[in-house]
């Protein structure tokens, strides 16, 4: 177990090294004046300058890239030069909206796609097992932005149930879930479908196996065997999946966030895009992809922990 | 002679059949296949089916809700939606074909020299691949997009960049089962240099599956590239895309509901359209497939 805790971590750890490498060799691929690409059309010459004795554009790419690493792993991620604040400040201000949102996208999906599948795999070729198999299929295929557009647009705008834009009142928790409630269920309602089609298929496996028998051979109340052993094992293959997860979630929490105008840093990027603040943009895409790589690599550990044969797969 | 001969028809005949019967008892396989009919139908003959030209303004008809002359209204410049909607099929249908054949061949090729290479080249692309999934799609394309500026060009660089590893992962994965199998040890006995195994006896193998998950991959390219576009980084206005109708619809969520629904349906029907299809076609042709996806 420690030898493939060790190798996982340094897998990560070498994905994020690269992925910096990339990010940062991006600039430098692109034809033109790295410093006017970074800063886009609203900077002055005395920007441009002082990034690139920032930068240091004169030395080799390799030592570029590696100092920019290194600066990376101290935690400074260059500094925001149309407010002078550091780029990484500034990303962690947006972060926890952006978590708690996908947060609460991913639970609601839980609550309800893992009882549905236990249902849909103990009643299998029941009504309620087909209609969740179609909505299951059906809601994977639908973007979740069109599904944040038609939430915004029948209960907020048409029959206004549910605010609008933004993320609620600092301090009033009441007002601060209504705003939470559209966009969570935007990007968690694809999750719902994934999520029950993944227990139940999982589910249905194993229902077959042998100790499932042997524990039905003892007697043992089928209330028992399902949640107490059987839901154990089938829960497995919905971690290793919920890692991934977060990476499509981030994504999606672009959309829901710049739909219904919430804080976050899907907007963070987006408005970054729209002023061509490279800067901003690499340290939100580093930040998210760190997180997603620290999420799948918990979900890789959790699941060698519960399954010892999975340790062997690296 | 010709017994053999009418029996080979016969069998082709009948496994086609069997392949029909199958598709038949499946209604919703049935209903994805007339959507993409729909769909790839309207995109080809697009220019004739549309009414109006899909960017001549006509302000003075600007946010008409669905009338006889404009079955799906007009947006907030008077510009007919309906065909509007029915030549942005076309754009997402030219974007999903042409990012995802590149794609693919490139993804084909890296993954067949991962699985059949040595431990070290197989060890660095897969990093490599892994690297690149490890970016989430959306805001990796952002951060492209920033770089080189929003075009059709871009979607489709962007498609290209994050599907090659998810096929390199595939290909390497089926080329790595089929390394030590007898028939390319025999070829490998015989002298068979690698371009030869790899392109005549591992790809015929391989590319069969592949083309089905590819076909199944339309779906998320499409909404990449109406995601793109509604964020108002994909196709230039005044082009007409799904996603910037629904851009437009957006904007102007408080004057009429007609542009985001007009934007939505087609977007939710092709979707679903190359899902249902591309379940029971998986289905159909590998059971086996489903299990991994």
Not at chain 1, 101 to 120: E, Q
Not at chain 2, 73 to 84: E, H, I, K, M, N
Not at chain 2, 165 to 192: D, T
Request: charged share 15%.
């Amino acid at each position: 177990m420690w030898i493939y805790l060790a190798k996982r971590t340094s897998l990560a750890v070498v994905i994020v090294i690269i992925a910096i490498s990339l990010l940062y060799s991006m600039i430098l691929m692109v034809p033109g004046d790295p410093t006017a690409v970074i800063l886009g059309p609203r900077s002055t010459p005395e920007m441009r300058d002082a990034l690139r004795a920032d930068m240091g554009l004169d030395r080799p790419a390799i030592v570029q890239v590696g100092s920019f690493i290194l600066k990376v792993f101290q935690g400074d991620m260059g500094t925001d030069v149309f407010t002078n604040r550091p780029v990484s400040q500034i990303v962690f201000e947006q972060l926890p909206y952006t978590m708690i949102l996908i947060f609460a996208g991913i639970s609601w999906a839980i609550v309800l796609g893992i009882p549905l599948g236990c249902y849909s795999a103990l009643n299998r070729n029941s009504f309620i097992d087909k209609l969740t198999g179609i909505f299951s299929v059906g809601t994977i295929a639908i973007p979740a932005f069109v599904i944040a557009l038609y939430g915004l647009l029948l209960f907020a705008v048409q029959l206004q149930w549910l605010p609008a834009i933004g993320a609620g009142e600092e301090g009033d928790l009441v007002d601060q879930i209504k705003h939470l409630i559209l966009p969570a269920f935007a990007i968690g309602l694809g999750w719902v479908g994934y999520l029950s089609r993944l227990v139940r298929a999982s589910m249905l496996e194993v229902l077959g196996e042998n100790h499932i028998r042997t524990a039905r051979a003892f007697g043992l109340p089928e209330k028992l065997i399902v949640f107490r052993y059987a839901l154990k094992l089938a829960i497995l293959p919905t971690v290793a999946l919920m890692g991934v997860g977060v990476g499509y979630l981030l994504s999606s929490s672009v959309f829901a966030e710049i739909v219904f105008a919430r804080p976050g840093i899907g907007k963070l990027i987006y408005e970054s895009v729209l002023t061509r603040n490279y800067p901003i943009i690499m340290g939100s895409v580093l930040i998210t992809t760190i997180i997603f790589v620290l999420c799948t690599m918990m979900a890789d550990i959790i699941n060698a922990i519960l399954d010892p044969r999975m340790r062997e797969n690296l | 002679m010709e017994t053999t001969n009418t029996s080979t028809i016969r069998a082709k005949k009948s496994e086609l059949y069997i392949f029909i019967a199958r598709f038949a008892r499946d209604p919703l396989g049935l209903f994805g296949l007339i959507l993409v009919l729909l769909m790839v139908l309207s995109a080809i003959f697009a220019t004739w089916i549309v009414p109006y030209d899909p960017i001549a303004l006509d302000i003075m008809h600007r946010l008409e809700p669905p009338s006889m002359e404009h079955i799906m209204g007009t947006d907030q410049l008077g510009r007919d939606v309906f065909s509007r909607v029915i030549m942005g099929g076309r754009i997402a249908l030219k974007v999903a074909l042409i990012s995802i054949s590149v794609a693919l061949s490139c993804g084909l090729l890296l993954g067949l020299i991962a699985g059949y290479g040595s431990v070290w080249v197989d060890r660095l692309m897969i990093t490599f691949f892994d690297t690149i999934r490890s970016f989430p799609t959306i805001i990796f394309a952002l951060a492209i997009v920033t770089l080189v500026g929003p075009s059709l060009n871009t979607i489709i660089l962007v498609v290209i960049i994050t599907t090659i590893p998810v096929y390199g992962r595939i290909v390497r994965a089926q080329a790595q089962s089929m390394k030590n199998n007898e028939f390319i040890l025999a070829e490998r006995a015989m002298g068979a240099g690698v371009p030869r195994i790899l392109l005549v006896h591992m790809l015929p193998n391989i590319i069969g599956p592949l083309l089905i998950i590819a076909s199944m991959d339309i779906p998320a390219v499409v909404t990449i590239e109406a995601g793109l576009s509604f964020l108002g980084v994909g196709i230039r206005p005044p082009t007409p895309s799904w996603g910037s109708i629904l851009n437009d619809g957006y904007s102007f969520i408080r004057n009429t509901p007609w542009l985001i629904i007009a934007g939505g349906i087609p977007l939710i029907l092709t979707t679903l359209g190359f899902t249902f299809l591309g379940e029971s076609l998986r289905d159909i042709f590998d059971p086996k497939l489903s299990k991994d996806i």
